[in-house]
Nanobody
Framework: QVQLMESGGGLVQPGGSLRLSCAGA????????MAWYRQTPGKQREHVASITPGGITNYADSVKGRATISRDNIKVTVYLQMNSLKPEDTALYYCKANFLSTWGAASEYWGQGTQVTVSS
């Protein structure tokens, strides 16, 4: 059973930092492209950052220079370090995994999300 468990969200002041974690289980993490998305009420879920199995990263323009995505294949965890947080970073942050299943089917799974609130 595929599991993605996010953690690390919370309340932080503007200018502060957070590190989000997403622990995976039940799928070939080493060969999965992992990503972080975020969503606020009434808006579409938006891509924040992603990292390929080979370590190639991609960031949304809104977080470039402030966010770093990384992965630890031994701990089966993907991280999102967010610095210089702004109130507009407030959202529910989701972890996503894309990979090929054992029989070659493209598979996509989402975590339940972790809330990040940036406020003074």
């Amino acid at each position: 059973q595929v599991q993605l468990m996010e953690s690390g969200g919370g309340l932080v002041q503007p200018g502060g930092s957070l590190r989000l974690s997403c622990a995976g289980a039940g799928f070939p993490f080493v060969s999965a492209t992992m990503a972080w998305y975020r969503q606020t009420p009434g808006k579409q879920r938006e891509h924040v950052a992603s990292i390929t199995p080979g370590g190639i990263t991609n960031y949304a323009d809104s977080v470039k220079g402030r966010a770093t995505i990384s992965r630890d294949n031994i701990k089966v965890t993907v991280y999102l370090q967010m610095n210089s947080l702004k109130p507009e970073d407030t959202a529910l942050y989701y972890c996503k995994a894309n990979f090929l299943s054992t029989w070659g089917a493209a598979s996509e799974y989402w975590g339940q999300g972790t809330q990040v609130t940036v406020s003074s």
